[in-house]
């Protein structure tokens, strides 16, 4: 984690990425990090502010508090006095007037590591917009009317999931692969109701602090510009101390749950933790995976349970890398009287995929369609930002983006076969299997 270096007038630390898309990253001296990139294309400015504050920060027995808190960021904001000026308490609805006044667009974002707030608007009017996200990040006044409102919401939702065959099966699911573990704890009608304002006043004070803020930004405005905005948007921040530790993703177990349902499709997860976010077999399952199941009807998965066997409309897999080991999943949908017969299918293509690794011509196909596709996830600033603001979060080479290719074309049949089965046993596979009989 950074730490503030007295003395520093500009940043603790200052690189740039030299290619095609150019990231700076420097650290401002209250310990944010900065990434940006410099596009006079278009004059819009978009940015995110990230914080380690996602789900698996939710205080005890309290599931749901970090979701709330950043659903809340804008429900109304308390009065300050600054050194210039003094700045009124406004309501949800005064907020959302002032962004749409200058045509500015925010929004939110929360997973399980991270929760964040963004922001587009026109590069000429951004200083009304970003002054207010400022406001935003560092005085929310969580009026207790909206958290009741929001929990309310919540709950209802929570209680409308827990009879959708999808819902269900992704919970259990959750619950199978890491139980206790933060990334398994989920928001239920008990921890919703238990959280009060103090808990989203004590969230918001731990964890949005400007030592652990993570800054992204791109679009029309100069590298001055940038590290200008990155100190206004962080400049009212606390300081954080530093965050416990958080316990080992656990084991696998290869447990099996069957929960039944009145729906007429079976709906099937299986999977493991699999995959964290700096683990160097992550461009061999990337391609890997392409291949089994995240090809579409190009994948293993699609050709043996659909195109020759009718079992489902649609099965795939992929790999979700976190912070802590993330899951790697498959699911499908199928009729009931299939659920046997479809789960052997799917478990047998994947025993032979971990056996024999991608055939050449799979590997091929994954590694065109995957390189050929690159230039679509960074077509615009939007894009852009979203990568960005994860390589600065997860602590990434700044040349991620620019070597992605280059690493996904250098992938062989034997190193996906190996990191496959570094990552997958089978008898280590968790299966949820909702709408089936006990």
Known sequence: MFKMIAGLALCAACSVSHAALQIQSWVLPNGARVLFVENHTIPILDVSVDFDAGSRRDPAEKSGAAAL??????????????????????????????????????????????????????????????ALLARLLAQPSFPQEFLQRDKA???????????????????????????????????????????????????????YVANRAVVALIGDVTRTDADRIARQLTQRLPQGAALPDLPAVPAAQGREERIPHQATQAHILLGMPALARHDPDHFALTVGNY?????????????????????????????NPMAQTGPFQIGLQTKKEQAEE??????????????????????????????????????????????????????????????????????????????????????????????ADK
């Not at 999931?161 to 959750?174: E, G, M, R, V, Y």
């Not at 704890?185 to 969230?203: G, K, N």
């Not at 032979?352 to 065109?368: C, H, I, Q, V, W």
């Not at 089965?421 to 008898?427: E, P, Y």
């Open 291 to 319: 291949a089994l199941g995240g090809g579409g009807f190009a994948s293993r998965l699609m050709q043996q349970v659909r195109e020759k066997r009718g079992l489902t409309y649609g099965v795939s897999s992929y790999f």
């Open 153 to 207: 919401r919540t709950v209802a939702a929570i209680k409308e999931s827990l009879t959708q065959p999808d819902a269900i099966a992704d919970k259990a699911f959750t619950r199978l692969l890491y139980g206790s573990h933060p990334y398994g704890e989920q928001p239920t009608v008990a921890s919703i109701t238990a959280i009060t304002r103090d808990d989203l006043l004590a969230f918001h004070a731990a964890h």
């Open 69 to 130: 808190t950043n659903a809340m960021l804008a429900r109304g904001l308390r009065a300050a006095q600054t050194d210039n000026a003094s700045e009124p308490a406004m309501s949800e609805a005064q907020i959302s007037d002032a962004f749409a006044d200058v045509a500015a667009q925010r929004g939110a974002r929360l997973d399980d590591d991270r929760s964040g707030i963004t922001l587009r608007t026109l590069a000429s009017e951004r200083e009304t917009a970003l």
């Open 342 to 435: 479809a789960l052997k299918v799917t478990r047998d293509t994947v025993a032979e995929f971990l056996r024999d690794g991608p055939t050449a011509s799979e590997l091929k196909a994954a590694k065109d369609n995957l390189t050929g596709s690159f230039a679509l996830r960074i077509d615009s600033n939007r894009k852009i930002l979203e990568n960005i603001a994860a390589i600065g979060f997860y602590r990434l080479p700044l040349d991620y983006l620019d070597t992605w290719t280059a690493k996904v074309a250098a992938v062989t049949t034997t190193q996906v076969k190996d990191a496959f089965n570094r990552k997958l046993q089978m008898d280590k596979l968790s299966t949820v299997l909702v709408g």
